[in-house]
């Protein structure tokens, strides 16, 4: 069973990512056609649960990416991403919770084979 539930995990993990990469293709793709710059850069903490190789490895990736966002550093302890956002200043913290609960979360269901509320 579990994993069944990691193979439908990996799906939605695939399937979140590609919907993310559309979206911020666009907004990337706009911002930088339009005259108006609605660019606000910011450098964010994510704090994570990812623990293993494999998951930090995924849950950076997948926001490097991800168009408009980069992951620059993990912390020496691996419980923090500083992550650039190119769109993130007007709402640091939900830029925070999107990559939490948005990526990290769908890295952690895949590879772990659990639901994670």
């Given amino acids: 069973m579990k994993l069944v539930l990691r193979i439908y995990y990996s799906i939605n993990l695939f399937v979140y990512?590609?919907?993310?990469?559309?979206?911020?293709?666009?907004?990337?793709?706009?911002?930088?056609l339009t005259p108006e710059m609605k660019?606000?850069?910011?450098?964010?903490?994510?704090?994570?649960d990812?623990?293993?190789d494999l998951e930090l490895m995924l849950t950076a990736n997948i926001i490097s990416l991800t168009p408009g966002?980069?992951?620059?550093?993990?912390?020496?302890?691996?419980?923090?991403?500083?992550?650039?956002?190119?769109?993130g200043a007007k709402d640091p913290e939900?830029?925070?919770a999107a990559?939490?609960?948005?990526?990290?979360?769908?890295?952690?269901?895949?590879?772990?084979g659990v639901h994670l509320a």
């Avoid at 990512?17 to 930088?32: G, I, K, N, P, T």
């Avoid at 912390?75 to 650039?84: G, I, K, N, Q, Y």
């Fill in 17 to 32: 990512f590609l919907y993310e990469l559309l979206v911020s293709s666009v907004q990337v793709a706009w911002d930088v």
């Fill in 39 to 48: 660019a606000r850069p910011i450098l964010v903490v994510v704090p994570l």
């Fill in 50 to 52: 990812a623990k293993t």
């Fill in 69 to 87: 966002t980069l992951s620059i550093d993990l912390s020496a302890d691996r419980t923090e991403l500083l992550v650039h956002s190119m769109f």
């Fill in 94 to 96: 939900g830029e925070i």
């Fill in 99 to 112: 990559m939490k609960h948005g990526i990290e979360r769908r890295v952690l269901r895949a590879t772990r």
